[in-house]
Structures are given as structure tokens and as C-alpha cells.
């Protein structure tokens, strides 16, 4: 992955909140869901953290919130989620947790 601004290069004092919805997975390091506010777009938000933001995204939730451009990024590291939350585009930041449905096969994990 390229490499992300330095948190000294942040001009900006803004930081949008961090936050944890909660859930009972466990928060998965270097994994967030990004909301940002109605009319900023990805274009926008990667020129303001200086860094090309789309190689980072995982998901978008455009037929969920068909308002406001949210999505999840994985291998975020602290420079970066600096960079995003100081970006004046993001409304907030939530905690990614680990997700498990109760009858469903991690296939992750091998047969016993």
C-alpha cells in the first residue's frame, strides 16, 4: 500500500469523531467505516487527505445511504485515519468490529 501523509503535514485542527457503535465482535485494527457529509465526494476526499483513498475501500453503501457517500476501508494505518479525520468532508468515523451470525461457517477457520 503507498504510503499516507504524515500527521505533521495535517494543516487542518478538525477531527471528525471516532466512534464505537459497539456489537460483540471484537474492533478489527486498521478497519473503519467512513461517513461523510452529504455533497463531499470520494474525489474530493482523497485530494484533501492527499492520498488516493479508492485502493483503501472495501465496500461503498451507495444503495444504503443514497445521500452522503459512506464507505469501509481496510489497512488504514494512524497517519491515514489522521488524514481522514481531519478531512472537513468527513462527518464521523466508526470502529470496524468483527462480525459473526450465529449458524453461519467462518471459512476462515478449518473443519474439526
Do not use: N
Not at 467512513?34 to 474525489?43: D, K, M, Q, Y
Not at 476526499?45 to 475501500?57: E, L, P, R, V
Amino acid at each position: 500500500m503507498p504510503s499516507s501523509p504524515a500527521s505533521s503535514e495535517i494543516q487542518s485542527h478538525y477531527y471528525a469523531p471516532l466512534r464505537d457503535s459497539g456489537g460483540a465482535g471484537p474492533i478489527v485494527p486498521g478497519y473503519y467505516g467512513v461517513f461523510l457529509f452529504p455533497g463531499h465526494s470520494i474525489e474530493e476526499h482523497s485530494a484533501a487527505i492527499k492520498t488516493d483513498i479508492t485502493q483503501y475501500i472495501m465496500f461503498v453503501f451507495d444503495k444504503l445511504y443514497t445521500d452522503r457517500v459512506v464507505y469501509s476501508a481496510r489497512g488504514i494505518d494512524d497517519d491515514l485515519l489522521a488524514a481522514i479525520r481531519s478531512d472537513r468532508g468527513v462527518e464521523f468515523v466508526d470502529l470496524d468490529r468483527e462480525v459473526r451470525m450465529e449458524g453461519a461457517t467462518d471459512v476462515r477457520e478449518p473443519d474439526q
